[in-house]
């Protein structure tokens, strides 16, 4: 059965954001490392957690659309339009920063991320404390999103005050970003809401990127990265590969076509890859984690077709494949 904290728990974990500590929660997407959005010490609490530079901007969470106009100004039209049809949900909309948002939480930005994540514990927690809570994922800076609380605790111990358990998130890579603050909306980072839904709902393209975005921390080669090297390989070049890295006495996990035959695969660790891009995504990290766990050296995966939830499973692939800072 899927935890869920009880009211005792509710209470005290807002009882600690009050104070500026930190609370764990988890959302539809990855667990968040939450703080009072309003409290630039609690704020700078989660970047000294995280070891994220202080130049990089946390998403604010809200319990509903009514409270975009608190944090963002203007709120435009087509705002409003993706909040109704895609919040709760695994949307980010990053719009102007309004005159009281702290300038900690945008990392000095001029904009503010702004999102309502679909997770009952989320929403139980962000309605009951009543602000915005300012959340990374609850990971530290450059290692693979935590998509359990097991995963929060192992990553962060007792750095983080409380730890609410809401089982596995049941999307599993991080929410879509979109920028509505400029003249026309760009996608800074593919996720749960896909390229598609978004464009059917704003009535035009959109362009991926661009200069704005080079300080986002999502856009650095080496983000979410498991220990071990991942090798991205077409289908019929998987077997190969994996005897090839054996034969150089690596510890090989692959997360493997069900097509490609396990007597080819022997002596590797093998996890089969799921048949659906949604059961890909809800697995992705955990994945990339056991085999960290299980002591591999080298991780062989294939990128999936980059359409629908394809697109941000592909960009994390990418990412856990890029190179490593020295
Ligand atoms: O699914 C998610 O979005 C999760 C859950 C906890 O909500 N949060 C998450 O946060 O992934 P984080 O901090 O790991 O990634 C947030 C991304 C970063 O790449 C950051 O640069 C970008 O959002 N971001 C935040 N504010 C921004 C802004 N004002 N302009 C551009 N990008 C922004
Ligand atoms: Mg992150």
């Given at each position: 059965m899927?935890?869920?904290?009880?009211?005792?728990?509710?209470?005290?974990?807002?009882?600690?954001?009050?104070?500026?500590?930190?609370?764990?929660?988890?959302?539809?997407?990855v667990y968040?490392?939450?703080?009072?959005?309003?409290?630039p010490d609690a704020v700078s609490r989660v970047f000294a957690v995280k070891g994220r530079p202080t130049s990089h901007p946390l998403i604010v969470h809200l319990a509903s659309a009514a409270a975009m106009p608190a944090w963002a100004d203007p709120v435009p039209e087509a705002a409003q339009r993706l909040a109704e049809r895609f919040w709760p949900g695994p949307l980010t909309i990053v719009l102007r920063r309004g005159s009281r948002t702290p300038l900690a939480v945008t990392g000095g930005h001029d904009t503010v991320a702004l999102r309502v994540p679909a997770h009952p514990v989320?929403?139980?927690?962000?309605?009951?404390?009543?602000?915005?809570?300012?959340?990374?994922?609850?990971?530290?800076?450059?290692?693979?999103?935590?998509?359990t609380a097991q995963h929060v605790r192992d990553d962060l111990g007792t750095d983080v005050d409380v730890v609410l358990d809401g089982g596995a998130c049941a999307v599993g890579v991080e929410s879509t970003i979109v920028d509505l603050s400029g003249d026309a909306p760009v996608l800074l980072r593919?996720?749960?809401?896909?390229?598609?839904?978004?464009?059917?709902?704003?009535?035009?393209?959109?362009?991926?990127?661009?200069?704005?975005t080079v300080a986002a921390p999502g856009q650095h080669p080496s983000h979410y990265a498991p220990h071990a090297q991942v090798r991205l390989v077409p289908v019929p070049e998987v077997a190969n590969e994996v005897r090839a890295l054996l034969a150089q006495g690596q510890r090989v996990g692959v997360w493997a076509p069900a097509d490609v035959p396990a007597a080819e695969l022997a002596g590797a660790v093998v996890r089969t890859l799921p048949a659906t891009l949604d059961e890909q995504a809800h697995e992705l990290y955990e994945v990339l984690r056991a085999f960290d766990r299980d002591g591999c050296t080298t991780i062989?995966?294939?990128?999936?077709?980059?359409?629908?939830?394809?697109?941000?499973?592909?960009?994390?692939?990418?990412?856990a494949a890029g190179p490593r800072p020295a």
């Open positions: 899927t935890p869920r904290p009880s009211d005792t728990e509710l209470d005290t974990a807002v009882r600690a954001l009050r104070a500026g500590r930190l609370v764990a929660f988890p959302t539809e997407t968040g490392l939450g703080a009072d959005a309003s409290n989320a929403l139980a927690l962000l309605e009951r404390f009543g602000g915005g809570l300012a959340a990374p994922s609850a990971n530290r800076f450059g290692s693979v999103s935590p998509t593919p996720g749960g809401v896909t390229r598609e839904d978004l464009e059917s709902v704003l009535g035009c393209a959109l362009s991926q990127g661009g200069a704005r062989v995966a294939c990128l999936p077709p980059e359409h629908g939830l394809g697109l941000a499973l592909a960009d994390r692939l990418r990412k």
